[in-house]
């Protein structure tokens, strides 16, 4: 099985809305609504962002929203801060007891 | 707050064995499902290996079954990651990590800091 596609990188300017998008198949992102997604920040481990496609833990902000179009998941940042310069992971449910993760998006707050 | 530590990390020869271990607190180890996942520059995030909260039931990645083994000690507030037949393709970064309550279907919550894990001769 491949890796989940993200765009390497993706940049915005402060106060700008960027998205970041998580291509799979219809084996996993397609049949599944387990999308997450995971922020890490330089010399961190991740961190939960949304889970099951479009859902916020309490502690994240709302400026961060996720969907899902067919076999591909997407990721919307808005009010881009310097703070979420960071690298991005999309991961999905694959079934048969199995988790696929992107490759990873490094987002440049310009 | 939740606290995932893990250790054991360390430069092994292709062939050799590793043992990882995380310790856990600030939440009820034993409810809740766990998971191994690992970090390599080239290739990302990889998903290795769950265990259910009771240890009944694990799976792995087709990449380390037969050669990775997981399992928890509940009373300890440990899981394990014995790792043999290593091969340079397993070094990476391994993070432990805790899924919701009763599944991992929706998410890896939080995550520990992280094993080394260097596989060279």
């Known amino acids: 099985q491949s890796a989940l596609t993200q765009p390497a990188s993706v940049s915005g300017s402060p106060g700008q809305s960027i998205t970041i998008s998580c291509t799979g198949a219809s084996s996993d992102v397609g049949t599944y609504n387990f999308v997450s997604w995971y922020q890490q920040l330089p010399g961190k481990a991740p961190q939960l962002l949304i889970f099951e496609v479009s859902k916020r833990p309490s502690r994240v902000s709302n400026r961060f929203s996720g969907s899902k179009s067919g076999n591909t998941a997407s990721l919307t940042i808005s009010g881009l801060q310097a703070e979420d310069e960071a690298d991005y992971y999309c991961c999905s449910y694959a079934g048969s007891n199995t988790w696929m993760f992107g490759g990873g998006t490094k987002l440049t707050v310009l | 707050q939740v606290q995932l530590v893990e250790s054991g990390g360390g430069l092994v020869k292709p062939g050799g064995s590793l043992r990882l271990s995380c310790g856990a607190s600030g939440f009820s180890f034993s409810d809740y499902y766990m998971s191994w996942i690992r970090q390599t520059p080239g290739k990302g995030l990889e998903w290795v290996s769950y265990?259910?909260?009771?240890?009944?039931?694990?799976y792995y990645a087709d990449s380390v079954k037969g050669r990775f083994t997981i399992s928890r000690d509940n009373a300890k507030n440990s899981l394990y990651l014995q790792m043999n037949s290593l091969r340079a393709e397993d070094t990476a970064l391994y993070y432990c990590?805790?899924?919701?309550?009763?599944?991992?279907?929706?998410?890896?919550?939080?995550w520990g800091q992280g094993a080394l894990v260097s596989v060279s001769s």
């Open positions: 265990i259910s909260s009771s240890g009944s039931v694990i």
């Open positions: 990590a805790k899924c919701s309550s009763g599944s991992c279907l929706n998410y890896f919550n939080y």
